[in-house]
């Protein structure tokens, strides 16, 4: 046989040879990314739950489904009846009582862990979206995560309002139209847009954020037309402007479909006024503030040397997003969103992208590297699988012992709970805020609360009497014979001294009915 002939057939024989796609095959900065998201996942989810927040929103979706009416006045709060009360974060309510009734605290855990890291991939395949380098692509996802973790509530209103959040800005991230000459809202923005803000709406008070910005991009659009023509006159009449303010009062419009009208924009400006859920203005000396400041600190710097053209919608839009984070943290995580979406353009051409961003054609040098960049997939897969073994949802896949309640839950009074589901009885129970949500929603029979985390919503009166109790007095007895309370919970660790104290004031009226080394129970004697 020719020696030719067979050198022939094995040249073809090698060419015919199936190859694998370089689609699959990841370089070493995919891998970091991918680490990253893994390193997310599992942070999250071994987060604690606060004992406080997300259980009275449970308790607020369970009586939504039990009773298939909204409520109006604060559960479990009798002291507050008498407070204006609407349950504008009723969507919410009823999704995380769902969850919760499908698996209890580690559902609510796995839910708030996904969602999490569900807006991360959003940050990451859609607000960075174009041909810029992956580090800050990934820069963008360590703030977004930066600003969850520091702002972390669980299973909020305001954790699942970074979903509609996600949905409202998805469009405008695609499209960009302000940034096009003439450049109106595209068709899905016209869509998408409005049905994020009703569902936002109904979520969580952050909502107003959605027509705000709106309105800033066509502040932005207006400014360019007036830097082209030089007359506001013409800016005014101009079409596209014209489209996105009519863009703005559609979704202010859609802000009303809602149970109460402009009762939620009254709500959203108390909340910015007199916080209720936790939330706070902006300090700058703080974790969100750090954020929010580093942002700040690179738009100034891009926009001195960045050498791209500049629009007046990305200029308005990361103004408007700066001013609502300084007002309230809860609108942190949407500053962080524009931010993305306005500074990325602007980094164009200042950074050198790397070889696997720039795609080259595949030649015989390629393919001798190939194994090593599929070696890259290959421990993306093996992270990926070590991130799902660590996280606590491995137990029901590869055995071993579930996370106990209290792994999940951060400091849960499981031992007050216990006694008062044993020795169960009509009661009105005095406990310190920071357990007073896991009482309402542990203990069957819905016990009345002298507070909860709606503490602001409280009369005068009764928020001097609660922060007089917690600190311990004298007085304890009369404070609590004033509002016929019969249930008192006491935290030993970090109220020793009332503890000590309402042992020593034990008499007929009053007795010991239960403690361990973290807590006490009294109880007002029956005859």
């Known amino acids: 046989m020719d020696p030719a002939t067979d050198n022939s057939n094995e040249a073809e024989k090698q060419a015919v040879a199936p190859v694998l796609s370089d689609r699959y095959a990841l370089s070493a900065i995919d891998f970091v990314v991918v680490s990253t998201f893994v390193v997310a996942y599992v942070l999250f989810y071994y987060l604690p739950l606060p004992s406080v927040g997300v259980w009275r929103d449970v308790n607020i979706g369970r009586a939504i489904l039990a009773q298939s009416s909204l409520p109006s006045q604060p559960l479990q709060m009798p002291l507050a009846a008498e407070t204006p009360y609407r349950a504008t974060h009723w969507l919410a309510d009823i999704s995380v009582a769902l969850v919760d009734r499908i698996g209890g605290a580690e559902a609510i855990s796995l839910a708030a862990t996904l969602l999490s890291v569900g807006y991360l991939l959003f940050v990451y395949f859609l607000l960075c979206r174009g041909p810029y380098p992956a580090l800050l692509k990934l820069v963008a996802v360590v703030l977004s995560a930066a600003t969850l973790l520091f702002a972390w509530q669980g299973l909020s209103p305001a954790l699942m309002s970074a979903v509609r959040l996600a949905l409202f800005l998805a469009p405008l991230a695609i499209f960009t139209r302000w940034r096009l000459p003439n450049g109106a809202p595209s068709l899905w923005t ?57 863009l703005m009062q559609l979704c202010l419009f859609a802000t009303l479909l809602n149970p109460w009208g402009f009762g939620v924009w009254s709500d959203a400006i108390a909340q910015i006024a007199v916080p209720l859920d936790g939330s706070a203005p902006l300090v700058l000396f703080s974790a969100l503030g750090l954020v929010v400041a580093l942002l700040v600190i690179a738009f100034a710097y891009l926009l001195r040397r960045s050498q791209v053209e500049i629009y007046g919608g990305d200029v308005t839009l990361f103004v408007v997003a700066a001013g609502l984070a300084a007002c309230n943290t809860h609108f942190v995580l949407t500053f962080v969103a524009i931010a993305t979406l306005v500074c990325l353009p602007l980094t164009a051409g200042m950074f050198s992208l790397s070889p696997s961003q720039t795609k080259p054609t595949t030649s015989g040098v390629d393919q001798e590297q190939r194994p090593l960049r599929f070696a890259f997939t290959m421990l993306s897969l093996l992270v990926i699988w070590i991130g799902f073994a660590l996280s606590p949802i491995s137990a029901s896949v ?130």
């Open 190 to 246: 016209w869509i998408v847009s409005p049905l994020a803000i009703i569902a936002w709406a109904n979520t969580h008070w952050t909502f107003i954020a959605g027509p705000i910005l709106i309105g800033a991009i066509a502040c932005g659009v207006a400014s360019d037309a007036v830097r082209q023509s030089g007359k506001w006159s013409e800016a005014c009449g101009n079409r596209t402007v014209q489209a996105w303010a009519w």
């Open 398 to 527: 590869l055995g071993g012992t579930p996370r106990p309640l209290v792994k999940a839950v951060d400091d849960p009074p499981l031992g007050v709970v216990q006694y008062l589901n044993e020795n169960q009885r009509p009661r009105f129970v005095f406990a310190p805020v920071v357990w007073s949500d896991w009482i309402g929603y542990a203990v069957s029979g819905s016990p009345d609360l002298f507070s909860s985390s709606d503490f602001e919503r409280l009369p005068q009166q009764a928020k001097f009497d609660y922060r007089r109790l917690v600190q311990g007095g004298a007085n304890w007895k009369r404070v609590l014979d004033r509002y016929a309370v019969d249930t008192l919970v006491i935290d030993k660790r970090t109220q020793a001294e009332f503890a000590t104290q309402a042992l020593g004031d034990i008499d007929e009226q009053w007795q010991l009915a239960w403690e361990s080394d973290h807590a006490l129970i009294l109880q007002r004697r029956i005859d």
